[in-house]
């Protein structure tokens, strides 16, 4: 994990190790006594565990000689459920932040519910659950289920939009919050910008990245518009947008397999209520809270959201 990659999911050992972690209270002050005697009984040397000035509900555990994946199953063990965030150095409010869209910044799969207006959820679902899970291949899935739709009125997109596509709690605050601190937002997805201009919009998205449904005399012809936005566009994304800013600090969020890449190449990636292996990838994750967690989790404190 470094300023310009936040995997740690080889094990590699640094010299300090911080740790920021968001839990019921009761739990963390009841284990974390025992959390760090696990740590140091792995080797590492624990400087401070202690909540963060002005952030009572973070607790920041700094720890010399560390290895990060250790120090996550130890974690994991002690305060799951957990909000969590794992560097090599103090985290920063961000230059850049990427985001997927479905499941991250809103809480549905829009190919998903769109199929349900041409009575096919079930089958499109099971597709985009075994894709996010990393065990297809997303272009492949992503073609075949846009396939699927064809023939469906293009005027389903706004009735589904208005009925069924829903911001992710604390969506708002958090880009406006960065935003306010100068940092560049940017939304990315495999998804569709049908979807993805409105939301984009709504949440307060500089620019959008996304893949477009082809559409002829008011109908989805079963096709796209362009070449597919899958993941190794997300992290070019995310690298493009840093490169352009000096090699800024960045923070990604996402859910999915498809999102691994761009979380691992991203000073903070951050896996939002995500799939095993998008976790696993992540040197962030949020499992208990909403999105706002993401800025406690960077220090800034309630009293500074936008």
């Not at 300090?16 to 040397?45: F, M, N, T, W, Y």
């Not at 499109?124 to 492949?140: C, K, S, V």
Request: a negative charge; charged letters at 25%; hydrophobic letters at 45%.
């Amino acid at each position: 994990m470094s300023a310009s990659g936040g995997r740690f999911a080889d094990s590699e050992e640094f010299n300090v190790l911080i740790a920021r972690v968001i839990a019921e209270p009761a739990l963390l002050s009841a284990h974390v006594d025992a959390a760090v005697h696990a740590l140091e009984s792995q080797g590492a040397k624990v400087l401070g565990a202690d909540p963060l000035p002005g952030l009572d509900s973070v607790l920041q555990i700094m720890a010399d000689q560390g290895d990060a994946v250790a120090f996550r199953g130890v974690i994991d063990r002690h305060f799951s459920p957990s909000d969590l965030l794992i560097a090599d150095h103090l985290p920063q409010v961000p230059g850049v932040f990427v985001s997927d869209m479905d499941s991250t910044m809103i809480g549905q799969e829009c190919i998903d519910e769109l199929a349900d207006f041409a009575g096919i959820k079930d089958q499109i679902a099971e597709i985009t659950e075994r894709a996010m899970q990393g065990e297809l291949d997303f272009a492949e899935a992503l073609a075949e289920r846009v396939r699927l739709l064809g023939g469906l009125g293009e005027d389903a997109i706004q009735q589904c939009l208005d009925e069924r596509i829903r911001d992710m709690p604390g969506a708002v605050t958090l880009v406006a919050t960065l935003k306010a601190r100068g940092c560049e937002t940017v939304l990315v997805t495999g998804g569709f910008h049908q979807f993805a201009d409105p939301v984009a919009e709504r949440l307060g998205f500089e620019r959008v990245v996304g893949n477009r449904l082809a559409v002829a005399h008011g109908k989805l012809t079963g096709g796209l518009v362009g070449d597919i936005v899958d993941s190794a566009v997300k992290e070019r994304v995310l690298r493009g947008a840093v490169e352009a800013r000096g090699g800024a600090t960045s923070l990604a969020t996402g859910d999915g397999a498809n999102d691994i890449p761009m979380l691992v190449a991203a000073s903070y990636g951050v896996a939002y209520h995500a799939k095993p292996k998008a976790r696993a990838a992540a040197n962030g994750s949020i499992d208990r809270g909403d999105l706002t967690d993401v800025l406690r989790l960077l220090g800034i404190a309630e009293s500074e959201w936008a």
